[in-house]
C-alpha cells in the first residue's frame, strides 16, 4: 500500500495547512411527528443537532470533540463525510491531490472520492463488521467496490493493512470471522479496513469506547502510529475528556449543536475557562482512590435540541451563570416545581394562585403565571426567592409587572454568546470579555 509523506508543505491548492475548513455548519433534522400529532395542530419539531459550527482541521493534527450524549458530536463527524446533508454553512475539502471543494456541492464520483479520502470509524467494531465476511473481505471490500484491486494484489494488499494494524500472523486472520475476533482485534480490521483506501481525514467516532480498559490505549496508540506513519488527520469524537488528554492536539468542547470552548489539549486542561468545560474536567473519574475527587456535574440533564435554552444553552445547569445569560420562562418553572418538591404541604394552595405552568413551556423571556391574583402571586414569588435568595434565575429577572389577576416576570433577553478569545482558548461565554 503506498504511503503519504507525512505533511506536505505545498499543495495544488496552495493551501496544504487546512485540510477540512467548516464554517457555520448547520445541521437541522425536521421531526416529522404522526398522523395523530398532525390531527391535533402540533407543530413539526426541528433538533439542532449542529448549530453553526466553525472550525478548521490542520493537516496532520488530532482535533477531539467532546461532549455528553446529544451535543452533536456524531451528526457533525457525519456531516463531514456528506452521510447527513448540511442545512446551513459550508464544509470545504482541501484535498492534497483534487484541489478544494465544497462537500455540499459534490455528486456522484466526487462525492464517493471524498467518502475513500475521508474515512469513519464507529464505536461498535461488531456491528461494523459483516459477521457473514471473512477479515479478508471485509477489509478488502472497499477496494473491490472502488475497483481498485483484485485477485492477488487485493490479497497483497489486505494482507498489508492487517499487518499495519497489527493483526499478524496475518494468514492466522484472513480466515477468520468477526465472531472469532475479540473486540480489540475487530476494531483493528475496522481500522484496517478505514486505512486500506490511503485516506486522508479519518473521522473516529468513540472507536474505543466499547473496548475493556486493558485495550483502549493499544487502540488509541495504534491509531497515532499510523497517523504517524500515513500522515493522517484524525477527528476524535468522544465523551471522555481522559482519552481526549491522551490522544487529542486539540480540542473543541461541545453543547447541544455548538463549540462551546476550543483550543490546543494542555490549555483546556490547564486552564479551562467555560463552566461547562470545568464540569466535564470534574468528572473525569480519578483512577487513584486516595485522590478521589468531588464529582461536579452539571445538574439536571441535557436540554432538548429541540427547544435548545434561549440565550446560552447551557445557562440552566450553568454554576457561574449571571443575570446576562438568558433566562426565561422554562426556567421559572424549574424554580416553581423544585419549590414544591420542597413544599409538598404547600402545593394545593400555592398551585390555585399559579395556576396553570403549561404556558410557561413556550421560550420567552417573559413569564405570564398567576390565576390569584398579582398580589399573591408576588408574594408567592418572594417566598421562593427567599428560600434561594442566591439563585442566579433572580439576577436575570428585569421586572415583574402587575397584569390582572396575574403577573408578568420580564427576563433580561441575551443571544447565545459566540466564540471569543481568551487567552490560548477560544470560549462561548458571557464570563469572557473578548480580548481580540
Ligand atoms: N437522524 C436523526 N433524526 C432526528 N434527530 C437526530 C438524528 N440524528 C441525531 N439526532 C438528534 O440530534 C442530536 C445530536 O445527536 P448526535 O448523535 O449527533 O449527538 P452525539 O453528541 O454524537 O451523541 P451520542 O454520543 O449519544 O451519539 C440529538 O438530539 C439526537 O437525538
Not at 230 to 255: E, N, P, Q
Not at 351 to 369: E, F, M, N, W, Y
Not at 422 to 435: I, M, S
Request: hydrophobic share 40%; proline share 7%; aromatic share 4%.
Amino acid at each position: 500500500m503506498p504511503t503519504k509523506p507525512e505533511i506536505l508543505s505545498s499543495s495544488p491548492t496552495g493551501r496544504s495547512e487546512v485540510v477540512l475548513d467548516i464554517d457555520q455548519l448547520a445541521v437541522h433534522f425536521q421531526l416529522q411527528g404522526g398522523a395523530l400529532s398532525r390531527l391535533f395542530g402540533l407543530k413539526a419539531r426541528r433538533v439542532r443537532a449542529v448549530d453553526g459550527v466553525s472550525v478548521s482541521l490542520k493537516r496532520g493534527e488530532v482535533l477531539g470533540l467532546v461532549g455528553e450524549s446529544g451535543s452533536g458530536k456524531s451528526t457533525f463527524g457525519r456531516a463531514l463525510l456528506g452521510l447527513v446533508p448540511a442545512t446551513d454553512g459550508r464544509i470545504t475539502y482541501h484535498s492534497q491531490d483534487r484541489g478544494e471543494r465544497r462537500v455540499s456541492e459534490m455528486r456522484g464520483a466526487e462525492l464517493r472520492q471524498l467518502r475513500t479520502d475521508l474515512q469513519m470509524v464507529f464505536q461498535d467494531p461488531h456491528a461494523a463488521l459483516n459477521p457473514s465476511m471473512t477479515i479478508e473481505e471485509a477489509v478488502g471490500h472497499p477496494l473491490v467496490i472502488h475497483k481498485i484491486a483484485s485477485g492477488k494484489a487485493l490479497k497483497t494488499q489486505v494482507a498489508a493493512a492487517l499487518e499495519r494494524v497489527g493483526l499478524s500472523p496475518v494468514e492466522r486472520f484472513l480466515p477468520k470471522y468477526p465472531s472469532d475476533l475479540s473486540g480489540g482485534q475487530k476494531q483493528r480490521a475496522v481500522i484496517a479496513r478505514a486505512i486500506i483506501l490511503n485516506p486522508e481525514v479519518l473521522v473516529a467516532d468513540e472507536p474505543v469506547s466499547m473496548l475493556d480498559m486493558s485495550v483502549r490505549a493499544k487502540i488509541l496508540q495504534l491509531m497515532l502510529d499510523l497517523k504517524q506513519e500515513m500522515g493522517l488527520t484524525y477527528v476524535y469524537i468522544t465523551h471522555d475528556l481522559a482519552s481526549a488528554k491522551y490522544f487529542c492536539d486539540r480540542i473543541a468542547i461541545m453543547y447541544l449543536g455548538r463549540i462551546v470552548e476550543i483550543g490546543p489539549t494542555a490549555e483546556i486542561f490547564e486552564n479551562p475557562r467555560h463552566p461547562y468545560t470545568k464540569a466535564l474536567l470534574k468528572a473525569i473519574p480519578e483512577p487513584d482512590p486516595d485522590r478521589m475527587v468531588p464529582r461536579d456535574l452539571p445538574r439536571g440533564e441535557i436540554p432538548d435540541a429541540a427547544e435548545p435554552p434561549l440565550g446560552c444553552s447551557f445557562h440552566p445547569r450553568c454554576a457561574e451563570a449571571i443575570e446576562g445569560c438568558g433566562w426565561e420562562s422554562r426556567d421559572l418553572r424549574t424554580l416553581i416545581e423544585e419549590h414544591w418538591t420542597r413544599k409538598v404541604e404547600a402545593y394545593d394552595d400555592e398551585k390555585a394562585v399559579i395556576g396553570d405552568l403549561g404556558s410557561l413551556d413556550q421560550p420567552s423571556t417573559t413569564a405570564r403565571i398567576g390565576a390569584g391574583g398579582a398580589g399573591q402571586v408576588r408574594a408567592l414569588l418572594d417566598r421562593i426567592k427567599a428560600e434561594k435568595p442566591d439563585e442566579p434565575l433572580w439576577k436575570g429577572v428585569r421586572d415583574i409587572e402587575d397584569a390582572g389577576n396575574a403577573v408578568e416576570v420580564h427576563f433580561v433577553p441575551a443571544d447565545a454568546p459566540k466564540l471569543r478569545r481568551a487567552g490560548g482558548v477560544d470560549v462561548a461565554c458571557v464570563l469572557y470579555p473578548d480580548e481580540s
